[in-house]
């Protein structure tokens, strides 16, 4: 059955908003007390002292209940307005909401859509984070999942002279994602590991660890040993964000996993300066040779690498593709993988920035890397897929800057911001982004 049938016959006869991740799936980000069904929806706040009581509201939470009343009755969430979005544009477009129900079997959506709203459901796939510390500051990310992030807007003050930021994510230090202190009790951690004991364990099919960098923290490594020392008695799937950076204790990993299948997931979207630059805190060779033992070591089911295609990544882009086919030739076509995920947000950081003749080149180099492989044994569906997806992004006519009255106010910030983000981290924009110096040099600052 295609996506469109399963939307047709499946999905849309439970009802006409109906989406499975409102009951089987969730990000909590613990360390903030707050939580999500999917990365589309606002994140909200879980109640502190109901989760003592009861951790399944974690995920079951008065919001999320009368999301789920809206769907059994055919009606939509607001906070689901992305996938409304896409629907609106004809009975046949697919949103994410037939993509994140087809992962589960038939019966379960039926079951969920036949459970009475008030009641608490157990996950089926969980992301969590346990706090946001983490030894990279990225260009994309900020200090609400970045403790190196908060340093610099602690040390330095904000990030100013940005218009187009409406989120305010650069300006402040972002408290309310670490509401406790290193060492002090955190009653949402507290919870998760109550629920997990009494009977998470055993319906969840797949759990992701992301942060911050999650093997800085004592939370993922306790979990990592609760598998050990329970070996047999969870069927989850494991899986870790991790940048493999300095400071990540690879020994460690390798030492704790022996014997469990688990896999990790890594951002990296360039190669040597430009993702260095890209990616605060990295360091190229460091980055690769852990890859490289991981993969030695064949004992993780799969690396997958996660690109977040920006607009500075698109230069060396197809060098990093290239390094990860030659990876899927000494190691296997199972052992890593691709996933080229577009930035939206910062929005000026995204790829639509830069000016046509660069987008048609790196489209350019793409359409020729992608006609290289796309018949090679090696590659996987998805991953032509998605480099399609991205060459047509970057196709001028398929998608043209649709915002032109913001334009200005995005090469503004972009100028203002990789200023101030060399002077505060050291760098240098023209010595790592050389093609792009004279474009770059000619972005008007706009007066406030
Ligand atoms: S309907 Fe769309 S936005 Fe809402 S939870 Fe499902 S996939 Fe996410």
Redesign the pocket.
């Known amino acids: 059955m295609n996506d469109l049938e399963f939307k047709h016959t499946v999905l849309d006869p439970l009802s006409a908003s109906f ?1 499975a ?2 009951w089987y799936n969730a990000t909590i980000w613990l360390g903030s007390g707050q939580t999500t ?2 990365h ?2 606002p994140a909200h706040l879980v109640d502190r002292d109901a989760v003592t009581a009861n951790p399944r509201l974690l995920h079951n939470t008065p919001q999320k209940k009368e999301d789920r009343r809206k769907m059994i009755n055919g009606e939509r ?1 607001p ?2 307005e ?2 409304w979005k896409i629907e609106d544009m004809g009975r046949d477009a697919i ?3 037939v993509y ?1 129900s087809r992962i589960y079997p038939i019966e379960a959506l039926h079951e969920a859509r036949n459970t009475p709203y008030t009641k608490d459901v157990n996950l089926r796939t969980l992301e969590i984070a346990f706090d946001r510390t983490c030894q990279f500051a990225c260009s994309y990310c900020n200090p609400a999942f970045s403790s190196t992030w908060v340093r610099d807007i602690k040390r330095n003050g904000p990030y100013t002279q940005l218009v187009s930021d409406g989120r305010n994510h650069f300006t402040h230090a972002h408290d309310s994602a670490q509401l406790y202190e290193y060492g002090e009790s955190n009653p949402y951690i507290d919870a998760f590991f109550k629920w997990w004991e009494s009977d998470l364990h055993r319906t969840l099919q797949e759990l992701r660890i992301t942060g911050g960098e999650p093997l800085m923290s004592g939370h993922t490594w306790k979990l990592i040993d609760w598998f050990k020392t329970n070996s047999g008695k969870s069927s989850t799937r494991l899986a870790i964000n991790s940048n493999l950076g300095t400071q990540v204790d690879i020994d460690r990993l390798l030492d704790s996993t022996k014997g469990m299948a688990i896999d990790i997931y890594t951002s990296n979207e360039a190669v040597g300066l430009q993702a260095e630059y890209i990616r605060d805190g990295l360091v190229w060779d460091d980055w690769a040779n852990n890859v490289e033992r991981l993969l030695d070591s064949g004992q993780f089911r799969g690396i997958h690498v996660m690109c977040t295609i920006n607009a500075l990544c698109l230069s060396s882009l197809d060098q990093l593709l290239e390094c990860i086919m030659n990876w899927k030739l000494e190691y296997g076509r199972d052992a890593v993988s691709f996933t080229l995920n577009i930035l939206r947000f910062p929005s000026f950081q995204s790829p639509l920035v830069l000016p046509d003749n660069l987008r048609t080149e790196y489209k350019q180099r793409l359409v020729d890397w992608l006609s290289r492989w796309c018949d090679s044994e090696f590659i996987h569906e998805h991953e032509v897929n998605h480099t399609q997806r991205l060459i047509d992004y970057l196709d001028v006519v398929k998608t043209p800057h649709s915002d032109a009255f913001d334009r200005p106010k995005l090469h503004n910030d972009f100028r203002q911001f990789y200023t101030q983000y060399d002077q505060r981290r050291s760098k240098d924009f023209h010595t790592a982004f050389p093609q792009l110096k004279e474009w770059y040099d000619n972005l008007q600052i706009q007066q406030q």
């Open positions: 989406c991740a409102k069904s999917c589309h929806p969430p906070g689901c992305y996938c949103s994410d909401r994140k």
